[in-house]
Structures are given as C-alpha cells and as structure tokens.
C-alpha cells in the first residue's frame, strides 16, 4: 500500500491549484521521512520563488545542490523521485485526505511536545502552554477562504447587513439602545467602576435577567465565594432584601426558588476559582467539561473579574510589565468568545485618581490601557453622594463597537442594592445629563462641507 505522503508530494509537483491551497498548512516536521521532508522543502521554495509547479528534472537539479545530504540520503532521494508519476486522482478526495493527515499530524506533534513539557524538559513554556499546544493543533484546517473581494461578494455583503443577529438583550431600556438590541456573541464588553460602586452588582443583575429570558449562563467568581455570589442574584430573583436571605423560613425560600424555575428554561452555573490563579485555559476546560457532564452550553459568561485573572501566556513568575499582562488576558478572554460563540463579560477597576471622580474616561483604566483596546464595549458606571441620595448609578459610554458612543453617551440606572439590582429610571431622569447625546440627531445638510467660498473675502 502507497504511504499517503508519496500522494501528497505527487500532487504538489503535477497539481499546482491543490498546491497553492494546501502549501500554507503544511508544515515540514509532518513529514515522518526525512528525504520526504527535503523533497517537499525543494518543492516548495521552487514555487514560492518562480511562482510556477516544478518538474521532476527541475526538482532533482535542486536536491543535488544540496550540500547538508548523505550520501545514503540522495541514494534515497534517486530511488524516490521515479516513483512520483503523474496519477490521475479525485481533486476534493486527495485535498480532504491531505487535510486529515495534517490534522493528525499536528496533533501526534502536540502530544509529543506536551510529554515533553511534562517532563520538565522545556526551559522556555511551562505546563500551562499544554492546553494551548493541544488546541492549536486540534484546530488545524484548510480554510480556503482567502478574503471578501468587495465587487464580486457584493451579494454576501448585502445578506449580511439584512441578517439578524442573534444576541442577548438586556432588562435595561438604555443599555438596548446603546447596543442595537443587546451583546452578540463572539464580543468582550467590560464594565469599569471604582470599589464599591456596583461591578458585581451590574453582572449579578444582568446574569438574573438572562436567566430569566430561559437562557444558560456562566458567572465565574475569582473575588468573592460562589456562595456570596448566589446570595446576590437570590436578592434580585427572589425580590428579597439580602440582609433579610437569612431570615426567610426554609419553605418560603423553597418555594420561592422552585417559582424562578418554573418561569425560565435556562440553567445557571456559579464556579469559584481562587484569585489570580485562573485563565482562559482553565475557563476552556471547566466549559468542555459542563458540555460533557451536565450537557450545559452557555449562552453568555460572565467572568468577576478581569484583572485578578491569570494569563495563560505568562507564567507568575515572569516579569512583564502591566500593560503586556492585562491585554493578554483581554485577549485570551476575547478568543474564548469567539472559540465559543458566547458574549463575555467582565469588569475592571479605575485608577486611584478616577475613584470618585464623577466622569470617568478610558484613561482611567487601572494597570493597562491595553484593555479598552482589546474590549468591544467598555462603559464606566459612576456612583456619587448625590446619585446615591436619588438611587441612581450613572453610565458613560467610553467604547462602543455597536453604536455610535456620541448618542446616549451618558444616561442613569436605577439601583436597589438591598435587593441586587437594576431598573429604568423614568425619561425625566435623563434630561439633566450633560453630554448625554439624547437629544442630538445627524443632520446630513449641516454637516456637509460648502461646495464653494460662499463668506470668503478678498481684501
């Protein structure tokens, strides 16, 4: 029988369309052989620098250049190159059959350099790199998608803009607005707020209110005890003061929680990881096993919260630098969105000088820029004593890859903290907000440029 690897060289010298669209995913070390490996390293430069398939006599012309083989080795390479004929084959058979070996390939590669890893043999990546070596290689594939050409795609575009897209709304009339009708999926949005100020508050509401539309959600906790965070949306499900939880009769509580049930389809999961100590791999793991040992899916994950998680990049004891840190740990959580197809959301806290300031921006993001770079949708949540005094929390749109950030820049919430959450406030609220944006509306015929020098005199 014909090792599959003969097939594949044969094809990249006499099938250049199957060449050019399978060159980009393989690599040289899935060639078990070496004068296998060589002959497909002389292929591959030949195309790469004539931008044309090479012939046979071309191919052993370069293969004796070579000054790195043995002589056992170009013996070998003689006795190989007669034997890569022309043979007519299926185009999709061979192209889905390269993609296979590829894939298994890179896998035997991943395991064989995770044993490696677990060993200790491996001075620069430590056992956390594992998950990322063995997904990496897991998710090879050939994507022949090589880019939108914007005049002849025009009708893929066209279906695109009338799709809707799936998303999660929020119970917050504003929030809607901001968003065009709640988070997509595959996105980061992140709340910034000072200590005290309501980042769990908002995610323990908004979580409650998904769960409600009969939707599964993830809230993991890496600052309070799962426990503490279940205390939380009890107050707001239940509609009970959380001070007075405690004091509710065993069956009341029972029937209270057996009402929730009765009105949503959904699940909600609360996992606890001790702080700084958790990543995006864990997280990857903790859903693949949800999947396989409850057959619970997420529809929105909500992670308490970002900057007292680990990287999986950087190990603990590696001196990087603040921003390096906080943007990989945005981006690996933006990855996991999108590898799952959920909306995320997390939280961070101001700086020192943007505690307690009543108009937050981007720059007083604590310890990296580098995360409103990386977020979808980042709005600051601001609480003064004359807020506090109207149960009021006010929001400032700071990023919004949805909407226009301008319209609805700024708008207030009402807040119940004794029972965990967050209401509409009436209209009236909102129109002594400066900056708001509420009122303002694009007006093509004032915002065009003057066609001429109408008002311009000469001296």
């Known amino acids: 029988m014909e090792r599959l690897e003969l097939t594949i060289l044969r094809n990249l010298i006499y099938n250049e369309d199957y060449a050019r669209k399978v060159i980009p995913f393989i690599q040289p070390e899935y060639f078990q052989q070496r004068v296998e490996k060589v002959v497909f390293e002389e292929v591959v430069k030949?195309?790469?620098?004539?931008?044309?398939?090479?012939?046979?006599?071309?191919?052993?012309?370069?293969?004796?250049?070579?000054?790195?083989?043995?002589?056992?080795?170009?013996?070998?390479?003689?006795?190989?190159?007669?034997?890569?004929?022309?043979?007519?084959?299926?185009?999709?058979?061979?192209l889905d059959i390269t993609e296979k070996w590829c894939r298994d390939r890179a896998i035997y590669l991943a395991l064989m350099e995770s044993i490696h890893i677990a060993d200790g043999k491996d001075d620069a990546k430590g056992r956390d790199a594992i998950p990322h070596i063995l997904s990496d290689a897991l998710a090879v594939s050939f994507d022949n998608n090589i880019g939108h050409d914007y005049l002849l795609n025009y009708e893929e575009r066209y279906e695109y803009y009338h799709r809707k897209e799936e998303k999660i709304e929020f119970d917050l009339d504003y929030f809607n607005k901001i968003t065009k009708g709640g988070l997509p999926n595959k996105t980061l949005n992140i709340a910034l707020a000072g200590t005290g100020v309501g980042k769990s508050l908002f995610m323990c509401h908004v979580a409650s209110s998904v769960l409600l539309q009969g939707r599964n959600v993830l809230y993991i906790t890496m600052e309070m005890a799962e426990e503490k965070i279940a205390e939380r949306i009890d107050a707001n499900l239940l509609n009970v003061p959380i001070q007075q939880l405690e004091d509710l009769p065993r069956a009341m509580f029972e029937n209270k929680v057996n009402n929730i049930a009765k009105k949503t389809q959904g699940s909600l999961i609360i996992k606890e990881y001790p702080t700084?100590?958790?990543?995006?791999?864990?997280?990857?793991?903790?859903?693949?096993?949800?999947?396989?040992?409850?057959?619970?899916?997420?529809?929105?994950?909500?992670?308490?919260?970002?900057?007292?998680?680990?990287?999986?990049?950087?190990?603990?004891?590696?001196?990087?630098?603040?921003?390096?840190?906080?943007?990989?740990?945005?981006?690996?959580?933006?990855?996991?969105?999108?590898?799952?197809?959920?909306?995320?959301v997390s939280a961070t806290q101001t700086t020192r000088s943007g505690y307690g300031n009543s108009d937050v921006e981007l720059t007083d993001t604590s310890e990296s820029f580098g995360l409103p770079a990386t977020a979808d949708l980042m709005f600051a949540l601001i609480s003064t004593e004359e807020l506090e005094e109207l149960g009021q929390i006010l929001v400032k749109q700071l990023k919004n890859r949805y909407n226009d950030p301008t319209m609805n820049k700024k708008f207030v919430i009402g807040i119940d903290r004794a029972k965990m959450r967050l209401y509409d406030c009436e209209q009236s609220a909102q129109k002594d907000i400066l900056d708001s944006g509420q009122e303002e509306e694009y007006n093509y015929e004032e915002k065009k440029p003057k066609k001429s020098f109408e008002g311009f005199k000469f001296s």
Request: glycine share 4%; with cysteine.
């Open 46 to 94: 030949f195309i790469v620098k004539y931008s044309s398939s090479i012939t046979i006599e071309a191919l052993s012309i370069e293969i004796e250049n070579r000054r790195d083989l043995t002589e056992s080795e170009n013996k070998d390479i003689g006795e190989l190159l007669p034997n890569l004929n022309n043979l007519p084959v299926d185009k999709q058979w061979v």
């Open 276 to 344: 700084a100590s958790a990543h995006s791999g864990h997280f990857k793991a903790l859903l693949n096993e949800l999947a396989l040992k409850k057959s619970f899916r997420p529809d929105i994950i909500f992670i308490d919260y970002l900057n007292i998680c680990a990287s999986s990049r950087y190990r603990g004891n590696m001196s990087v630098n603040s921003y390096s840190y906080i943007k990989a740990i945005a981006e690996e959580l933006r990855g996991l969105a999108v590898e799952f197809n959920v909306p995320i």
